[in-house]
Structure formats: structure tokens, C-alpha cells
């Protein structure tokens, strides 16, 4: 094919990425090399002798490796529902569905629950893949200022159509590391009747009666339908949506992301199972985890980190060249630490997301304090 008919093909294109660059926005794949500061890898679980054991042993019973369909055609093995069945018990939920990811989860809840002539109030920083599903649904929506209890209660209040109300947010947030005023939502859903929505991505395993999260209490409530990703602390792949057992059903037979997508493979069903029973086996990981967080407050504070009291540190530096330079210099010094720029988080407010896990020690934090101090 002739350039010239390449370039009219993807002008737009080649305009849009140049844009990006001339901003320090363009994104690349880079490989993982360093001090793991960047994963979500928080109980350091993935690599785990116990998750790789629990797929050996998967596979010696002649577990297949994919599912061959979705689960509501050939795709639905024992080992999907002997997860949901564990899941539920784990939680204390009434049911749990298993899918392929935290992202399908989210959309699947915000395009199917909500109904026509409903209203979603919801967290303006809430995951992309809420928004996702939010562009899908059905209902109307209004954002509100991040953790303004006060606005969700307003945004509530001044309502007069005749549908349910929906509040969708995060409880640990991935960008921030603040946690959500879950007891005053929970006021507000009960003053209105309102059913939460509840992203517990990044404080499953980590938080929480045998690592349920920060809103284990809620479970097992008709009002609360939470979402549990297993590609984080779980050191998985894929999503548990925990709730009423009619949430279950509904996605099963409305939730396009459940009903028209292959199913995850029984193999990865195996390991959030085997990572479940380490949560509730291990509290001394959240424990040790807990004092890394602890002591990364001591050192990384004075360098402008924000202390969140969560495994997650946002160092924020503003501009975005200067995010992108910094964390090139940190990872040059042998350190996995990203620069997160917009969309993903607001103008102004690039930063480097350090991030806590158990693949790192308490000397490994003093390094990186000590390598950010020459590097800002």
C-alpha cells in the first residue's frame, strides 16, 4: 500500500498521538523492571507458592484451561460456581457472580441495574469503567464532588422523579487513596430507599474481616451489591459481584458483559478460590502490609507524599512533564514507580501513584525515599 494512502487512512490518528506527545500525554507499554512500587499486587499473591499450587493442582484434575463458551451456552464449569458458592459463604452475601474482569463487572452493574426513570448518583471519581456503564444505562446520572457526602444527601433530596435511587462509588479510591464516608452513604441510602453500588477494587484483601474489604459489613444487606476484583490483591484475574441473589439472576439473563462474553478460564475460577481461603488463612499479610504503609508515611511525608493511611501514596507534582520526568528518573535508579497523568486523573494534578505491596520491604521504601529526594 502506497504511504501517501496510509497517511490519508490514519491522519487523524497520527494527529491525535502527536497531540498527545506535545502535551507529555502519549502512552507506551513498558516492561516490568525494578521494585515493584506500581502493582496492585498488594498482598504479593500472584506470584504465591499457594495460587501456583492451586493451578497444578487444577490441572492434575483435569481442569480445562478455557472455558470454550459463555456460561450460559458450555462455558459453565464446576469450578466457576464451586467459586460463587465459597465467594458468597466468604462475604456472607447471599450470592456471588464470577466474571472475566473488574472493568465487564462495573459496566454490567451500571448498564443493566439501574432502570429507566431511575437516578445514579455517583462519585465523580469513580472507575472509567463505571462511567462506561454509567454511557450505557438507561437512568439518569448526576456526578458530585469526591467524598461530599453532603451532595449525594442534596443530589437525594432534590429528586422528585418516581424510580429507585442508585450511589455508586469507590471505597478505597485507586488515585487518592482516601476511602469513601461509607456511614454517611449508608444513612443517605437508607433515608431514601436507595440501593449502593459498591467498588471494592482496591480494598479487597487488603482491609476488612478476613480481607473482605472495607464494606464487609454491608454485605448480606438487600441495599448493597458489592463488587470484589480478584486482579488485585486476590493477585487473580477477573471480578466477584456480591449481593442479592435477584442481582445474580438479573445479570445472568439482562448483563450483555455476563451473557455475551466467553467465560474466564475454570483455571483462574481455581485461583481466586485458593486466594480467598489465603486471605482468611493469613491476616499476618494485611498485618505486615499495614506496617509497610505505616513506615513508608514516615519516610516518603517529608518528600510530599500524601499520607492516606491505605496502601496507596499519591506524590503529587502537578505538571505533567514533570511527573513523567521524575518517574523516569526514579525508575532509572531501580524503582517501579509510574507517572499518572490526565485523563486518568485531573488537570493539574499529574503525580506518581506509589503504590504498597508485600514484594517490597521497609529498606526497599528508604531507597526509594532516598532516590525521590534527588530526583524532585
Not at 442508585?166 to 443517605?188: C, K
Not at 441495599?223 to 493477585?235: P, Q
Not at 445474580?248 to 475454570?266: C, E, K, M, Q, Y
Not at 511525608?301 to 496507596?312: K, Y
Request: net charge negative.
Amino acid at each position: 500500500m502506497p504511504v501517501s494512502t496510509e497517511a490519508r487512512l490514519w491522519d487523524a490518528h497520527y494527529r491525535d498521538l502527536a497531540a498527545l506527545a506535545a502535551r507529555d500525554r502519549r502512552r507506551a507499554l513498558s516492561p516490568r523492571t525494578g521494585i515493584d512500587f506500581a502493582s496492585n499486587d498488594y498482598l504479593a499473591l500472584s506470584g504465591c507458592a499457594r495460587l501456583r499450587d492451586s493451578i497444578a493442582d487444577a490441572i492434575a484434575r483435569g481442569v480445562p484451561a478455557g472455558s470454550g463458551g459463555s456460561r450460559l451456552l458450555r462455558g459453565n464449569d464446576p469450578e466457576h460456581e464451586a467459586l460463587e458458592a465459597e465467594a458468597a459463604a466468604w462475604a456472607g452475601s447471599e450470592s456471588a457472580l464470577f466474571l472475566g474482569s473488574g472493568y465487564a463487572a462495573n459496566v454490567a452493574l451500571l448498564a443493566t441495574l439501574p432502570q429507566t426513570g431511575d437516578l445514579i448518583i455517583h462519585d465523580e471519581l469513580i472507575h472509567a469503567s463505571m462511567h462506561e456503564g454509567l454511557r450505557l444505562s438507561r437512568a439518569t446520572a448526576i456526578a458530585v464532588p469526591h467524598n461530599d457526602a453532603d451532595a449525594f444527601a442534596d443530589a437525594a433530596r432534590q429528586w422528585h422523579g418516581r424510580g429507585r435511587i442508585w450511589l455508586a462509588f469507590e471505597s478505597l479510591y485507586s488515585m487518592d487513596g482516601d476511602r469513601a464516608p461509607l456511614t454517611d452513604l449508608v444513612t443517605i441510602a437508607e433515608r431514601h430507599d436507595a440501593v449502593m453500588l459498591i467498588d471494592e477494587a482496591h480494598a479487597t484483601g487488603v482491609f476488612g474481616t478476613g480481607g473482605r474489604g472495607l464494606a464487609a459489613d454491608l454485605d448480606g444487606r438487600p441495599d448493597a451489591i458489592v463488587l470484589r476484583t480478584c486482579g488485585k490483591a486476590l493477585g487473580a484475574e477477573g471480578a466477584l459481584i456480591c449481593g442479592p441473589a435477584v442481582v445474580r439472576d438479573f445479570l445472568i439473563n439482562r448483563g450483555r458483559p455476563f451473557v455475551f462474553s466467553t467465560a474466564p478460564s475454570p483455571l483462574m475460577a481455581a485461583a481466586v478460590r485458593e486466594a480467598i481461603r489465603i486471605c482468611a488463612d493469613e491476616p499476618e499479610r494485611r498485618a505486615q502490609l499495614a506496617a509497610l504503609t505505616a513506615h513508608a508515611a514516615r519516610v516518603l511525608a517529608p518528600l510530599g507524599a500524601t499520607v492516606t493511611g491505605t496502601q496507596i501514596m499519591p506524590l503529587i507534582l502537578g505538571d505533567d512533564a514533570r511527573a513523567m520526568r521524575v518517574a523516569g528518573a526514579v525508575q532509572a535508579a531501580g524503582f517501579d514507580v509510574r507517572g499518572i497523568r490526565p485523563p486518568t486523573v485531573a488537570p493539574g494534578t499529574a503525580r506518581l501513584r506509589i503504590s504498597l505491596t508485600l514484594n517490597c520491604g521497609p529498606s526497599d521504601i528508604d531507597a526509594l525515599g532516598a532516590a525521590l529526594e534527588i530526583a524532585l
